[in-house]
Nanobody, 117 residues
Framework: QVQLVESGGGLVQPGGSLRLSCKAS????????MSWYRQAPGKERDLVAQ????????NYGDSVKGRFTISRDNAQNTVYLQMNNLKPEDTAVYYC??????????WGQGAQVTVSS
């Protein structure tokens, strides 16, 4: 099975931190660029961060630049999202993503992140 399994979501106070993990199986993880997206109720699913296959370069959504960091451990088939200085507007379901050049896309099941006092 081609699969992404997420973990690490939860409730955190504003200013706090969380680390999301996404473990991949069923494909050659080291050959895939990986991304994190998020979707809040009533809003579109937006790109949070991505890490590229070839050079490890990263891209971030404007709202999370300087606060979030995406990384990967190819030996563990895992991509991470370190989220610091969390704000209430970061509350959303976070989805791990892998995409192929031919248009095939897979998603994790979603991890709820709630930032609230």
């Amino acid at each position: 099975q081609v699969q992404l399994v997420e973990s690490g979501g939860g409730l955190v106070q504003p200013g706090g931190s969380l680390r999301l993990s996404c473990k991949a199986s069923g494909f050659t993880f080291s050959m895939r660029s990986m991304s994190w997206y998020r979707q809040a109720p009533g809003k579109e699913r937006d790109l949070v961060a991505q890490i590229m296959l070839h050079d490890g370069s990263t891209n971030y959504g404007d709202s999370v630049k300087g606060r979030f960091t995406i990384s990967r451990d190819n030996a563990q088939n895992t991509v991470y999202l370190q989220m610091n200085n969390l704000k209430p507007e970061d509350t959303a379901v976070y989805y791990c993503n892998a995409a192929w050049v031919n248009g095939y896309v897979i998603w994790g099941q979603g991890a709820q992140v709630t930032v609230s006092s």
